[in-house]
């Protein structure tokens, strides 16, 4: 249920940029994919992730640009959310980019 639930958040997500930034899409988009992450992970194991002590920065910006949305400002919210994101997840970069480094190794990729 989590892995659809962030999927389709990240679908509307993207939509709701294809769309000229639709706020409605947008925030059904953040709501999908915090929800999803909860289903994943846990609610305490979210709350702590987000709440740690050197991420504040990244979790202030994250959701203020997830409450300015809201409040039907789109590119300002999104910009602020981005930001955050970065800001959060940067530590999770170097290992998704070396997994698709890794991807090369595998036989019938390495072909194609």
Known sequence: IGVGLVG???FFLLFGMLLYFDSVLLAFGNI???????????????FTFFFQ???????????????????RWPILGMLLEAYGFITLFRSFFPVAFGFLGSLANIPLLSQV
């Not at 992450?37 to 846990?42: A, K, M, R, T």
């Not at 002590?53 to 409040?71: C, D, E, N, Q, Y």
């Open 8 to 10: 389709f958040g990240l």
């Open 32 to 46: 999908l994919f915090l929800s999803g992450l909860v289903f994943i992970i846990g609610f305490r194991r979210t």
């Open 53 to 71: 002590r050197p991420k504040l920065k990244g979790t202030s910006f994250f959701f203020g640009g997830l409450i300015v949305v809201l409040m």
